[in-house]
């Protein structure tokens, strides 16, 4: 097996986009395709390979390209983790608008903005991106409808809110388990991420309202105040995985619970820092019927071009994770 990719970093967060060598996989839509990935051996040894030690590592994450649903989009793209396939990604989205004006898949401008239309599991978003002189500046992506799901519930042994940005998250203070949103309070906060999962899936309020292949509590968010409009969270994702970035799809999630507690106008932005001190700013830009329209901009970074390998020699296959 090889494969070809790019790396980029959101913020501190890895994107593996996955461009040559790829399998087929089949489906009319992205979402099909994710379903169809999720069930394939062949699909599922190569997110392994790219995923796993020794070419990543637990905390790795990445995208395969894939055509979009119609017409209407640059691409479609599925993203990976350790434990599997997310709905959404904020990080990922920021890092493939950076990437197709880079590469030239989408014909940008030296200097002003182009809008990258991409197609993900959870529906279409867009990744409005600025250059200057030929250089990204800076990226902000249009998710698709966030709402709120619950306010106060029972997780364990904190009450945490529950928001849709993409994916469903619980968020609770830090400060409800007596930490702070710091590196040397990490493996106490995925503890503590881990439990409020444990306490919420499988329950109602995991339940997406209108497709349940959107169901799940995907991550808990742990933050704390810093200022006024201005938080810093970090994300537990998937089985214990740490977002560096102050994750997108959370970000779009926490915009609609800031609104809908009156913290935060339609039009105003507000600040939001990762637990590496790297910060997104999202702002509300509208009201639907099915949500909240957000929008979040951060920077990406190229890190590498890679070419992976798979000897067949290899006792170690794909791979393996140590946490």
């Given at each position: 097996?090889?494969?070809?990719?790019?790396?980029?970093?959101?913020?501190?967060?890895?994107?593996?986009?996955?461009?040559?060598?790829?399998?087929e996989?089949?489906?009319?839509?992205?979402?099909?395709?994710?379903?169809?990935?999720?069930?394939?051996?062949?699909?599922?040894?190569?997110?392994?390979?790219?995923?796993?030690?020794?070419?990543?590592?637990?905390?790795?994450?990445?995208?395969?390209?894939?055509?979009?649903?119609?017409?209407?989009?640059?691409?479609?793209?599925?993203?990976?983790?350790?434990?599997?396939?997310?709905?959404?990604?904020?990080?990922?989205?920021?890092?493939?608008?950076?990437?197709?004006?880079?590469?030239?898949?989408?014909?940008?401008?030296?200097?002003?903005?182009?809008?990258?239309?991409?197609?993900?599991?959870?529906?279409?978003?867009?990744?409005?991106?600025r250059?200057?002189?030929?250089?990204?500046?800076?990226v902000?992506?249009?998710?698709?409808?966030?709402?709120?799901?619950?306010?106060g519930?029972?997780?364990?042994?904190?009450?945490?809110?529950?928001?849709?940005?993409?994916?469903?998250?619980?968020?609770?203070?830090?400060?409800?388990?007596?930490?702070?949103?710091?590196?040397?309070?990490?493996?106490?906060?995925?503890?503590?991420?881990?439990?409020?999962?444990?306490?919420?899936?499988?329950?109602?309020?995991?339940?997406?309202?209108?497709?349940?292949?959107?169901?799940?509590?995907?991550?808990?968010v742990l933050?704390?105040e810093?200022?006024?409009?201005?938080?810093?969270?970090?994300?537990?994702?998937?089985?214990?995985?740490?977002?560096?970035?102050?994750?997108?799809?959370?970000?779009?999630?926490r915009?609609?619970?800031?609104?809908?507690?009156?913290?935060?106008?339609?039009?105003?932005?507000?600040?939001?820092?990762?637990?590496?001190?790297?910060?997104?700013?999202?702002?509300?830009?509208?009201?639907?019927?099915d949500?909240?329209?957000?929008?979040?901009?951060?920077?990406?970074?190229?890190?590498?071009?890679?070419?992976?390998?798979?000897?067949p020699?290899?006792?170690?296959?794909?791979?393996?994770?140590?946490?």
């Open positions: 097996m090889e494969i070809a990719a790019t790396d980029y970093h959101t913020a501190g967060e890895p994107f593996r986009i996955v461009q040559d060598g790829m399998v996989i089949p489906g009319a839509t992205v979402r099909e395709r994710r379903e169809y990935a999720a069930r394939s051996e062949e699909v599922e040894r190569v997110r392994r390979m790219l995923c796993y030690e020794p070419r990543g590592h637990a905390d790795m994450y990445g995208g395969f390209l894939v055509p979009p649903d119609d017409e209407g989009a640059d691409f479609g793209v599925l993203f990976w983790h350790k434990d599997g396939y997310s709905t959404a990604c904020g990080h990922g989205t920021i890092a493939l608008g950076g990437w197709a004006a880079e590469s030239g898949r989408v014909a940008a401008p030296e200097d002003g903005e182009v809008d990258v239309t991409i197609d993900v599991p959870s529906g279409r978003v867009v990744a409005r991106v250059r200057r002189a030929g250089a990204v500046e800076s902000a992506f249009r998710n698709v409808p966030a709402f709120v799901v619950a306010r519930v029972v997780a364990g042994r904190v009450e945490v809110d529950v928001a849709y940005g993409g994916a469903i998250y619980a968020f609770a203070p830090a400060q409800g388990f007596g930490l702070r949103v710091v590196p040397e309070d990490l493996p106490a906060l995925i503890a503590a991420g881990r439990e409020v999962k444990r306490a919420l899936d499988g329950s109602e309020l995991s339940r997406h309202p209108d497709d349940d292949r959107l169901s799940g509590i995907y991550g808990t933050y704390e810093v200022g006024s409009l201005h938080q810093r969270n970090v994300a537990i994702f998937a089985d214990g995985e740490v977002d560096r970035s102050p994750t997108g799809s959370a970000t779009s999630a915009t609609a619970l800031l609104v809908a507690d009156g913290a935060l106008a339609v039009g105003r932005t507000w600040r939001n820092d990762s637990i590496v001190d790297t910060t997104f700013h999202a702002r509300a830009i509208g009201q639907t019927p949500g909240l329209l957000t929008e979040v901009e951060g920077t990406a970074f190229r890190t590498g071009e890679h070419r992976f390998f798979l000897d020699r290899d006792a170690l296959g794909t791979g393996f994770v140590l946490r």
